[in-house]
C-alpha cells in the first residue's frame, strides 16, 4: 500500500497535478516528525525530489535541520550503538549536502 501511495504521488507531482509547494513542506515535516523506525522511508522518498527540495531556501534548512536533529538524537541515544546503519546514512546525507551547496 505504501510503495503503490509513493508511486502514485510520484506520477501526480510529475504530470502537476499537486501543489508543489503543498508537498514538498508535507515530505519535510514527515521526515522532521517521524520516529527513528520511519526514518529511513522519508529518506528515500525525500530522495526522489531531492532538487526540489534544495531549489528553496526554506525547504533546504528544513531538510537540513531534520537531519542533524535526528542525527543528534541518535548520537544521544543509549542504544546509539544498534542505531549505526541509520547514523552513518544521515551523516553521508549532510555531507553531501555541505559539498554540493
Not at 505504501?2 to 514538498?24: F, G
Request: hydrophobic residues 40%; proline residues 3%; neutral net charge.
Amino acid at each position: 500500500k505504501v510503495t503503490y501511495a509513493i508511486r502514485l504521488a510520484t506520477c501526480l507531482y510529475s504530470e502537476q497535478l499537486l501543489d508543489r509547494d503543498h508537498y514538498l513542506e508535507w515530505i519535510i515535516s514527515g521526515l522532521e516528525n517521524s520516529p527513528q523506525s520511519r526514518i529511513p522511508m522519508w529518506i528515500l522518498i525525500g530522495q526522489i525530489y531531492w532538487n526540489d527540495l534544495l531549489q528553496s531556501r526554506k525547504c533546504g534548512r528544513r531538510l537540513v535541520f531534520a537531519l542533524l536533529k535526528h542525527l543528534n538524537t541518535i548520537e544521544n541515544d543509549p542504544d546509539r550503538d544498534i542505531l549505526i546503519q541509520l547514523s552513518s546514512q544521515l551523516s553521508t546525507l549532510v555531507t553531501y549536502l555541505l559539498k554540493t551547496n
